[in-house]
């Protein structure tokens, strides 16, 4: 059982319609020692004294090299009449909340020797794979690994953090990102970055999924975390190569 700690809200910024990027950094002195993939739970009461609590993974980006850092950051949606919804609103820049952790399982594997990480996912549970963009560009200059990035939203507006993926594959020649737009694709322009009209699970075949050199990461929405591993599965990829987390949604 992780003990809880308190984390103090630095600021927020809006990075969609119903979503917010929190910043907010350990109160206690300590630093928060994770793995890019984790994630915290945060603990708080219901109205009526009942204790809640809600996972978030990290957003943070860390040169872990230097050791722990002390930045807590995450991508809360808002759902209309929620509680935990109710908490982030009535927030404010100083104020104090706690959390434990981190948990979690869905990293990146140091004895991975693949060619290529596919990472696929939509809504707030693309934020995993922003944090691992450094560990990222450390395996693409050491190894060569190639890395693609589907991303699912129903308009490039719900896109989260679609600036940073951007300069990130223009910085970095083997990462090629792939927004997949369930609804009008053309609301979305960015220099060297074609939108993909359609679905995540839909957009498989536009990266050639090959159980010879892919290791698959799979995060958010239940529907298209079950699709696209059947999918990966029929495909001949191992189930060991291709890891989950699914996000389902609470209030």
């Known amino acids: 059982m992780h003990p809880q700690f308190p984390i103090r809200l630095l600021s927020a910024r809006p990075l969609a319609p119903t979503v917010y990027h929190y910043v ?15 994630f915290i739970q945060l603990h708080f009461e219901y109205a009526d ?4 609590k809600r996972s978030y993974s990290l957003a943070t980006q860390h040169d872990h090299a230097l050791g722990p850092g002390e930045a807590v950051e995450f991508a809360v949606s808002f759902v209309p009449g929620g509680r935990a919804t109710a908490l ?20 990146l594997d140091a004895t991975d020797r693949n060619a290529r990480y596919l990472l696929i996912g939509t809504g707030t549970g693309i934020t995993p794979y922003r944090s691992m963009l450094p560990q990222l560009a450390a395996l693409m200059a050491e190894r060569g ?11 490039g507006a719900e896109l989260l953090y679609a600036d940073e ?3 990130f594959a223009a910085a970095n020649p083997l990462f090629h990102y792939h927004p997949c737009l ?7 322009t960015a220099p060297n970055v074609t939108p993909i009209h359609g679905y995540v699970q839909q957009a ?5 999924p090959d159980a010879a050199t892919d290791i698959a990461y799979l995060c958010g929405n239940p529907n298209m975390v079950d699709a696209c591993f059947t999918d990966l599965k029929d495909r001949g990829l191992s189930t060991r190569y291709i890891r989950r987390e699914k996000y389902v949604s609470n209030v």
Do not use: M, W
């Open 204 to 208: 498989l075949d536009a990266i050639k």
């Open 165 to 167: 993926f951007t300069a």
């Open 24 to 38: 907010f950094e350990r109160s206690d002195g300590d630093a928060l020692d994770f793995v890019p993939g984790q």
């Open 49 to 52: 004294g009942t204790a809640a």
């Open 182 to 188: 369930s609804r009008e694709t053309t609301e979305f």
């Open 145 to 155: 690994v190639q890395v693609h990035l589907l991303q699912g939203a129903r308009t």
């Open 88 to 107: 982030f609103e009535n927030l404010a820049v100083g104020d104090i909340v706690f959390c434990s952790g981190p948990y979690g399982r869905f990293v």
